[in-house]
């Protein structure tokens, strides 16, 4: 069975700084594209960034404004989420997820496989 594990959420305060990660258990996802959604109480399962299998190209939500990097460790099976300048409405369940083929999409519909998600909460 494939897993995707992500960890590294809490509660912090506004303009903080977390590192999210994922770890994938299957090799084959770090050969394509993996991605970051995250989705809010009420609200629809949103893009958050997404890199692709060699770590050479990122896209990340345009409204963001590079407060996000991604990134991934191939050798460990893992991607980060680097999130700074945190704000309250950045809090969320973060979800890491995979594909198996080419080409970095950004609709949850374009990815196979998914974590069971890690909440980040963003309050003073």
């Known amino acids: 069975q494939v897993l995707l594990v992500e960890s590294g959420g809490g509660l912090v305060q506004p303009g903080d700084s977390l590192k999210l990660s994922c770890a994938a258990s299957?090799?084959?996802?770090?050969?394509?594209?993996m991605a970051w959604f995250r989705q809010a109480p009420g609200k629809e399962r949103e893009f958050v960034s997404a890199i692709n299998g060699s770590g050479t190209s990122q896209v990340y939500q345009t409204s963001l404004n590079g407060r996000f990097h991604i990134s991934r460790d191939n050798a460990q099976n893992t991607i980060y989420l680097q999130m700074d300048k945190l704000k309250p409405e950045d809090t969320a369940t973060y979800y890491c997820?995979?594909?198996?083929?080419?080409?970095?999409?950004?609709?949850?519909?374009?990815?196979?496989?998914w974590g069971q998600g890690t909440q980040v909460t963003v309050s003073s």
């Open positions: 997820a995979a594909k198996t083929t080419d080409g970095i999409e950004i609709r949850p519909d374009d990815y196979g496989f």
């Open positions: 299957d090799r084959t996802f770090f050969s394509y594209p």
